[in-house]
Protein backbone atom coordinates (compact mmCIF):
# COMPACT_ATOMS: atom_id res chain seq x y z
CA UNK A 1 0.00 0.00 0.00
CA UNK A 2 1.83 3.18 -0.76
CA UNK A 3 1.92 6.16 1.53
CA UNK A 4 3.48 9.81 1.35
CA UNK A 5 4.50 12.02 4.07
CA UNK A 6 3.33 14.02 4.92
CA UNK A 7 -0.13 13.10 4.40
CA UNK A 8 -1.06 14.41 0.68
CA UNK A 9 -4.13 15.90 -0.43
CA UNK A 10 -4.57 17.85 -4.16
CA UNK A 11 -6.72 19.21 -6.70
CA UNK A 12 -6.74 18.71 -10.27
CA UNK A 13 -8.16 22.24 -12.07
CA UNK A 14 -7.89 23.08 -15.99
CA UNK A 15 -6.54 26.18 -14.23
CA UNK A 16 -5.14 25.83 -10.90
CA UNK A 17 -6.78 28.79 -8.78
CA UNK A 18 -4.78 28.21 -5.44
CA UNK A 19 -7.59 29.11 -3.57
CA UNK A 20 -8.30 25.29 -1.79
CA UNK A 21 -4.28 25.18 -1.09
CA UNK A 22 -4.60 28.34 1.22
CA UNK A 23 -7.84 26.72 2.64
CA UNK A 24 -6.75 23.76 3.09
CA UNK A 25 -3.05 24.48 4.29
CA UNK A 26 -4.39 27.18 6.68
CA UNK A 27 -6.90 24.55 7.95
CA UNK A 28 -4.02 21.53 8.73
CA UNK A 29 -1.41 24.55 10.45
CA UNK A 30 -4.35 25.45 12.69
CA UNK A 31 -5.11 21.33 13.51
CA UNK A 32 -1.65 20.77 13.79
CA UNK A 33 -1.84 18.04 10.87
CA UNK A 34 0.92 15.97 9.48
CA UNK A 35 -0.73 17.43 6.02
CA UNK A 36 -0.17 18.93 2.89
CA UNK A 37 -2.33 20.30 -0.01
CA UNK A 38 -1.39 21.29 -3.30
CA UNK A 39 -2.49 21.54 -6.93
CA UNK A 40 -1.94 20.43 -10.21
CA UNK A 41 -2.75 21.52 -13.72
CA UNK A 42 -2.42 17.80 -15.48
CA UNK A 43 -2.26 17.24 -19.11
CA UNK A 44 -3.43 13.23 -18.86
CA UNK A 45 -6.54 13.10 -16.10
CA UNK A 46 -6.18 9.25 -16.12
CA UNK A 47 -2.53 9.12 -15.00
CA UNK A 48 -3.50 12.34 -12.49
CA UNK A 49 -5.84 9.57 -10.77
CA UNK A 50 -3.54 6.73 -11.23
CA UNK A 51 -1.24 8.76 -9.56
CA UNK A 52 -3.35 9.27 -6.09
CA UNK A 53 -3.15 5.25 -5.79
CA UNK A 54 0.81 5.20 -6.96
CA UNK A 55 1.72 7.85 -4.20
CA UNK A 56 -0.61 7.03 -1.59
CA UNK A 57 -2.57 10.79 -1.79
CA UNK A 58 -5.10 10.40 0.83
CA UNK A 59 -7.31 12.65 -1.50
CA UNK A 60 -8.40 14.62 -4.56
CA UNK A 61 -10.33 17.50 -5.36
CA UNK A 62 -11.88 17.92 -8.94
CA UNK A 63 -13.19 20.86 -10.70
CA UNK A 64 -13.72 21.73 -14.15
CA UNK A 65 -13.34 20.45 -16.73
CA UNK A 66 -13.01 16.77 -15.26
CA UNK A 67 -15.77 16.40 -12.72
CA UNK A 68 -17.32 13.97 -15.37
CA UNK A 69 -15.00 12.60 -17.02
CA UNK A 70 -13.06 11.25 -13.50
CA UNK A 71 -15.74 9.13 -12.91
CA UNK A 72 -14.80 6.20 -15.39
CA UNK A 73 -11.26 6.07 -13.76
CA UNK A 74 -12.81 5.44 -10.28
CA UNK A 75 -13.65 2.08 -8.21
CA UNK A 76 -16.81 3.63 -6.41
CA UNK A 77 -19.40 6.04 -6.12
CA UNK A 78 -20.94 7.35 -3.06
CA UNK A 79 -25.38 8.10 -4.12
CA UNK A 80 -24.55 11.99 -4.71
CA UNK A 81 -21.53 11.54 -7.17
CA UNK A 82 -23.59 9.36 -8.71
CA UNK A 83 -26.85 10.69 -8.97
CA UNK A 84 -25.49 14.07 -9.80
CA UNK A 85 -23.44 12.57 -12.55
CA UNK A 86 -20.09 14.52 -11.45
CA UNK A 87 -17.26 14.36 -9.03
CA UNK A 88 -15.64 17.04 -6.72
CA UNK A 89 -13.99 14.83 -4.49
CA UNK A 90 -11.79 11.38 -4.47
CA UNK A 91 -11.10 9.58 -1.42
CA UNK A 92 -8.40 6.64 -1.39
CA UNK A 93 -8.99 4.11 1.54
CA UNK A 94 -5.99 1.65 0.53
CA UNK A 95 -5.90 1.92 -2.88
CA UNK A 96 -9.35 1.70 -3.56
CA UNK A 97 -10.86 5.19 -5.13
CA UNK A 98 -14.31 6.85 -4.03
CA UNK A 99 -16.13 9.52 -5.85
CA UNK A 100 -18.31 11.91 -3.92
CA UNK A 101 -19.67 15.50 -4.42
CA UNK A 102 -19.92 18.28 -1.85
CA UNK A 103 -21.21 20.92 -4.35
CA UNK A 104 -24.40 20.26 -3.48
CA UNK A 105 -23.41 21.08 0.61
CA UNK A 106 -21.67 24.21 0.28
CA UNK A 107 -25.10 25.29 -1.01
CA UNK A 108 -27.74 23.67 1.23
CA UNK A 109 -25.18 24.82 4.29
CA UNK A 110 -25.22 28.30 2.96
CA UNK A 111 -28.95 28.38 2.61
CA UNK A 112 -29.98 26.94 5.63
CA UNK A 113 -28.06 29.47 7.80
CA UNK A 114 -30.41 32.13 6.89
CA UNK A 115 -33.91 29.83 6.18
CA UNK A 116 -36.01 26.93 6.72
CA UNK A 117 -35.46 24.95 3.15
CA UNK A 118 -38.75 22.57 3.87
CA UNK A 119 -41.04 23.17 1.07
CA UNK A 120 -40.26 26.66 -0.26
CA UNK A 121 -40.04 27.74 -4.11
CA UNK A 122 -36.87 27.46 -5.54
CA UNK A 123 -35.54 29.36 -8.97
CA UNK A 124 -32.17 27.70 -9.76
CA UNK A 125 -30.68 29.35 -12.77
CA UNK A 126 -28.13 27.11 -14.88
CA UNK A 127 -27.97 24.13 -15.60
CA UNK A 128 -24.61 22.88 -15.95
CA UNK A 129 -22.92 20.60 -12.71
CA UNK A 130 -22.69 23.37 -9.86
CA UNK A 131 -26.86 23.66 -10.62
CA UNK A 132 -27.25 19.94 -10.92
CA UNK A 133 -25.88 19.53 -7.67
CA UNK A 134 -27.69 22.13 -6.37
CA UNK A 135 -31.00 20.47 -7.58
CA UNK A 136 -30.12 17.35 -6.46
CA UNK A 137 -29.62 18.80 -2.44
CA UNK A 138 -32.83 20.65 -2.95
CA UNK A 139 -34.56 17.78 -3.92
CA UNK A 140 -34.73 16.35 -0.15
CA UNK A 141 -36.44 19.55 0.75
CA UNK A 142 -38.73 20.74 -1.28
CA UNK A 143 -39.95 19.40 -5.03
CA UNK A 144 -40.80 23.39 -5.53
CA UNK A 145 -37.92 23.64 -7.70
CA UNK A 146 -37.58 25.20 -11.42
CA UNK A 147 -34.27 25.27 -13.55
CA UNK A 148 -34.03 28.41 -15.92
CA UNK A 149 -31.19 28.36 -18.66
CA UNK A 150 -29.75 29.30 -21.85
CA UNK A 151 -29.51 26.32 -23.45
CA UNK A 152 -32.98 24.98 -23.40
CA UNK A 153 -32.34 21.51 -24.33
CA UNK A 154 -29.72 21.80 -21.11
CA UNK A 155 -32.40 22.68 -18.60
CA UNK A 156 -35.35 20.82 -19.95
CA UNK A 157 -32.44 17.99 -19.53
CA UNK A 158 -31.83 18.46 -16.25
CA UNK A 159 -34.82 19.33 -15.28
CA UNK A 160 -35.97 15.70 -16.43
CA UNK A 161 -33.25 13.84 -14.65
CA UNK A 162 -34.41 15.12 -11.14
CA UNK A 163 -38.10 15.83 -11.87
CA UNK A 164 -38.23 19.31 -11.64
CA UNK A 165 -39.87 21.92 -13.62
CA UNK A 166 -38.04 23.56 -16.35
CA UNK A 167 -38.67 27.34 -16.50
CA UNK A 168 -37.44 28.86 -20.01
CA UNK A 169 -34.52 31.21 -20.16
CA UNK A 170 -33.13 33.10 -17.68
CA UNK A 171 -34.36 36.39 -19.20
CA UNK A 172 -37.96 35.13 -18.37
CA UNK A 173 -37.03 35.92 -14.28
CA UNK A 174 -38.39 39.45 -13.07
CA UNK A 175 -39.69 40.78 -9.78
CA UNK A 176 -43.00 39.25 -9.79
CA UNK A 177 -41.69 35.51 -10.31
CA UNK A 178 -43.21 33.00 -8.12
CA UNK A 179 -40.26 31.94 -5.88
CA UNK A 180 -38.78 32.23 -2.05
CA UNK A 181 -35.44 31.60 -3.05
CA UNK A 182 -33.39 31.73 -5.72
CA UNK A 183 -29.67 30.24 -6.82
CA UNK A 184 -27.58 31.60 -9.61
CA UNK A 185 -25.45 28.30 -11.05
CA UNK A 186 -23.61 30.03 -13.57
CA UNK A 187 -20.60 31.59 -14.28
CA UNK A 188 -21.67 35.10 -15.26
CA UNK A 189 -20.02 37.51 -13.02
CA UNK A 190 -16.57 35.40 -12.30
CA UNK A 191 -13.64 37.94 -12.04
CA UNK A 192 -15.58 40.85 -13.94
CA UNK A 193 -18.94 43.00 -13.15
CA UNK A 194 -21.39 41.65 -15.00
CA UNK A 195 -24.54 39.76 -13.95
CA UNK A 196 -27.10 37.48 -15.20
CA UNK A 197 -30.01 39.60 -13.47
CA UNK A 198 -29.95 43.79 -12.42
CA UNK A 199 -32.17 45.01 -9.86
CA UNK A 200 -35.43 45.72 -11.46
CA UNK A 201 -36.02 42.04 -12.05
CA UNK A 202 -35.42 40.24 -8.67
CA UNK A 203 -38.14 39.53 -6.33
CA UNK A 204 -38.00 42.05 -3.28
CA UNK A 205 -37.67 40.20 0.66
CA UNK A 206 -36.29 36.72 -1.14
CA UNK A 207 -33.15 35.44 -0.61
CA UNK A 208 -30.48 35.08 -3.10
CA UNK A 209 -27.37 33.11 -3.66
CA UNK A 210 -24.80 33.56 -6.31
CA UNK A 211 -22.23 30.22 -6.81
CA UNK A 212 -19.87 32.93 -8.04
CA UNK A 213 -16.85 33.63 -5.38
CA UNK A 214 -14.48 36.11 -6.98
CA UNK A 215 -15.19 39.01 -6.29
CA UNK A 216 -16.44 38.22 -2.51
CA UNK A 217 -19.51 40.71 -3.56
CA UNK A 218 -20.60 40.31 -7.06
CA UNK A 219 -23.05 42.29 -8.83
CA UNK A 220 -25.19 40.06 -8.71
CA UNK A 221 -25.17 40.23 -5.12
CA UNK A 222 -24.93 43.95 -5.01
CA UNK A 223 -28.06 44.22 -7.50
CA UNK A 224 -30.22 41.55 -5.17
CA UNK A 225 -29.55 43.94 -1.98
CA UNK A 226 -30.22 46.97 -3.97
CA UNK A 227 -33.88 45.14 -4.49
CA UNK A 228 -34.40 44.70 -0.96
CA UNK A 229 -33.24 40.75 -1.27
CA UNK A 230 -31.26 38.75 1.86
CA UNK A 231 -28.21 37.70 -0.74
CA UNK A 232 -25.58 35.32 0.05
CA UNK A 233 -21.86 35.52 -1.27
CA UNK A 234 -20.80 32.91 -3.41
CA UNK A 235 -17.79 32.31 -1.52
CA UNK A 236 -19.66 31.12 1.66
CA UNK A 237 -20.93 28.18 -0.97
CA UNK A 238 -17.24 27.35 -2.04
CA UNK A 239 -16.41 27.49 1.44
CA UNK A 240 -18.52 25.10 3.03
CA UNK A 241 -18.35 22.82 0.36
CA UNK A 242 -14.42 22.62 0.83
CA UNK A 243 -15.43 21.98 4.38
CA UNK A 244 -17.24 18.57 3.24
CA UNK A 245 -13.92 17.66 1.76
CA UNK A 246 -11.62 18.28 4.13
CA UNK A 247 -14.00 16.38 6.86
CA UNK A 248 -13.88 13.33 4.15
CA UNK A 249 -10.16 13.82 3.50
CA UNK A 250 -9.32 13.58 7.16
CA UNK A 251 -12.20 12.43 9.63
CA UNK A 252 -12.06 15.61 11.80
CA UNK A 253 -14.25 18.54 11.61
CA UNK A 254 -13.17 21.75 10.07
CA UNK A 255 -11.81 24.78 11.08
CA UNK A 256 -14.72 27.07 9.32
CA UNK A 257 -13.30 30.36 10.89
CA UNK A 258 -9.62 29.86 9.67
CA UNK A 259 -10.49 28.36 6.37
CA UNK A 260 -12.64 31.35 5.91
CA UNK A 261 -10.07 33.91 6.65
CA UNK A 262 -7.60 32.22 4.65
CA UNK A 263 -10.14 32.21 2.00
CA UNK A 264 -11.00 36.03 1.89
CA UNK A 265 -7.24 36.82 2.27
CA UNK A 266 -6.36 35.06 -0.69
CA UNK A 267 -9.28 36.44 -2.77
CA UNK A 268 -8.57 39.99 -1.24
CA UNK A 269 -4.77 39.83 -2.74
CA UNK A 270 -6.04 38.64 -6.52
Known sequence: MSKSFPV?????????????????NAAFRHLGMQ????????DNLEQAVQSVRNLG???MGVTMPFKQDVIMYLDKLD??????????????????????????????????????????????????????AVVWGLKKYTSNISVYNIF????????????????GKPELLCADADYDI?????????????????????????IVLDAVFIPIETTFVK???????????????????????FELYTGVKAPFEVMEKAMIDYVQKK
Not at 35 to 42: I, L
Request: aromatic letters at 8%; a negative charge; proline letters at 1%.
Open 182 to 206: LVNCTSVGFKSEDTIMTRDRFKPGS
Open 223 to 245: EARAAGCTAIEGYKMLLYQACGQ
Open 152 to 167: EDEGQSAADKFGVAFA
Open 79 to 132: SSAREIGAVNTIVNDDGILTGYNTDYMGAITALEKVTDLQGKKIAVIGAGGAGK
Open 35 to 42: YVYVSFEP
Open 8 to 24: VCCSIAGSIGGMGVAMH
Open 57 to 59: FRG
